[in-house]
T-cell receptor, first 116, second 109 residues
């Protein structure tokens, strides 16, 4: 398995509180991604990073922010959590060989977030 | 928007049978990828087929791609109980993958 860890693995929080999820990789891959997975929607891209301090929005970025200050860490922050953000969040990485942004992705184990 | 749409949504077969899952996508792609997800786990990459390829094999997996029909199929031969999982196709655009909703495969021992 690719060296990707996510923390925490489970979290229950209340509406209006800030939440930060962490993704850590040991593969030195260039690209990192945050997805959410919901029944009936599959996986949807929230934000992605193509290098340290370089990030961009995905399909469902409203209400989320990200930061990448080191190659190995990609943080996802919910500034003020809402019940609609209850989901399973997956981090993924890819090498980006030859500048290819869409080659194989390797996924972390996921974080189950419940917003009450 | 969903780049990939899998069909069927659920499939139940006996061990030893072949399983075929189909995927349709909407816009042009650089490649198409298939992933497997076991219950409660992250996705695992199975195979990638580029837009200029028509067929690709990996072990018991066979993937076809028809860019004129914007469709792909995943065939798992001689299925095993351990193949029970959800399978997702993902269309690769210029900067991201867009995943379908998945096919849930159950292989009955």
């Amino acid at each position: 398995d690719a060296g990707i860890t996510q923390s925490p693995r489970h979290k229950v929080t209340e509406t209006g509180t800030p939440v930060t999820l962490r993704c850590h990789q040991t593969e030195n891959h260039r690209y990192m991604y945050w997805y959410r997975q919901d029944p009936g929607h599959g996986l949807r891209l929230i934000h992605y990073s193509y290098g340290v301090k370089d990030t961009d929005k995905g399909e469902v970025s409203d209400g989320y922010s990200v930061s990448r200050s080191k190659t190995e860490d990609f943080l996802l922050t919910l500034e003020s959590a809402t019940s609609s953000q209850t989901s399973v969040y997956f981090c993924a990485i890819s090498e980006g060989l030859a500048g290819e942004r869409t080659d194989t992705q390797y996924f972390g184990p996921g974080t189950r977030l419940t917003v009450l | 928007s969903q780049q990939g749409e899998e069909d069927p949504q659920a499939l139940s077969i006996q061990e030893g049978e072949n399983a075929t899952m189909n995927c349709s996508y909407k816009t042009s792609i650089n490649n198409l990828q298939w992933y497997r997800q076991n219950s409660g786990r992250g996705l695992v990459h199975l195979i990638l087929i580029r837009s200029n390829e028509r067929e690709k094999h990996s072990g018991r997996l066979r993937v076809t791609l028809d860019t004129s029909k914007k469709s792909s199929s995943l065939l798992i031969t001689a299925s095993r109980a351990a193949d029970t999982a959800s399978y997702f196709c993902a269309g690769a655009g210029s900067y991201q993958l867009t995943f379908g909703k998945g096919t849930k495969l159950s292989v009955i021992p």
